[in-house]
């Protein structure tokens, strides 16, 4: 069974009605049977689609930016306090390369830039797998 939101054009109620199929209500329109509940005229079509409105904060920036990040984050180890060994030592081929994140400090983090290692701040602060749970 599908609804459809009916417009009278007589009288431009909107109403709704059941059928089996859209088929069905082409079949029931043209044969005339499918008729305005308010004034029985037989003039109907489907009513314009109301617009839907998003959900409650799906627009949320905060939201959409934790989104994200955490698709960002998907194919990456968390290393928590060793981020800063973990990515000099992938800079140095010390060991395998992979996207990985953990906490740094500030000092840590600049002295890494200057080190040429390429990492960038998270814009959200990620909570340790450990703490999840
Ligand atoms: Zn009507």
Not at 60 to 82: F, I
């Amino acid at each position: 069974m599908i609804v459809f939101d009916l417009q009278c054009r007589d009288g431009g109620e909107i109403f709704e009605a059941w059928f089996r199929s859209s088929t069905e209500y082409e079949e029931q329109r043209a044969a005339g049977i499918v008729q305005c509940p308010f004034c029985q005229s037989a003039n109907v079509e489907k009513a314009p689609m109301a617009p839907r409105l998003p959900r409650k904060g799906s627009d949320n920036p905060l939201a959409r930016l934790a989104a994200l990040q955490s698709e960002m984050l998907k194919g990456s180890r968390w290393v928590g306090d060793r981020f800063a060994e973990t990515a000099r030592a992938m800079h140095a081929g010390e060991m395998e390369r992979e996207q990985v994140h953990g906490n740094a400090t500030l000092e840590q983090a600049k002295s890494l830039v200057d080190e040429g290692v390429p990492v960038a701040p998270l814009p959200l602060p990620v909570r340790p797998p450990s703490q999840i749970n």
